[in-house]
């Protein structure tokens, strides 16, 4: 079994800043890539940033330049470095890390962290 857990989420007034975290363990034998999703009340999930085992990143357009996805692959663990928050990235963010047992790629979620920017 596999273990995500966020944190970091808040409540923070527009243009400020935030870090959030995010630890997998449990039975993890490969992480190919750990990101960042979010959802907005209303809204789908979708793509804020993700980080391969080789550090390649991933942004989605409406946060390219305000954050900086980071990870620490001994302690399987990812950051999201959030500035210059907008109302519009108020959501709760899930943490996603995708492991490789075998020829066999899985997902995993943690519970999500709200984030809420004020105007």
């Known amino acids: 079994q596999v273990q995500v857990v966020e944190s970091g989420g808040g409540l923070v007034q527009a243009g400020g800043s935030l870090r959030l975290s995010c630890a997998a363990s449990g039975s993890i034998f490969s992480i190919n890539a750990m990101g960042w999703y979010r959802q907005a009340p209303g809204k789908q999930r979708e793509l804020v940033a993700t980080?391969?085992?080789?550090?390649?990143?991933n942004y989605a357009e409406s946060v390219k330049g305000r954050f900086t996805i980071s990870r620490d692959g001994a302690k399987n663990t990812v950051y999201l470095e959030m500035n210059s928050l907008k109302p519009e990235d108020t959501a709760v963010y899930y943490c996603n890390t995708n492991i490789m047992r075998g020829l066999t790629k899985y997902d995993y979620w943690g519970q999500g962290t709200q984030v809420t920017v004020s105007s």
């Open positions: 980080i391969t085992s080789g550090g390649g990143t």
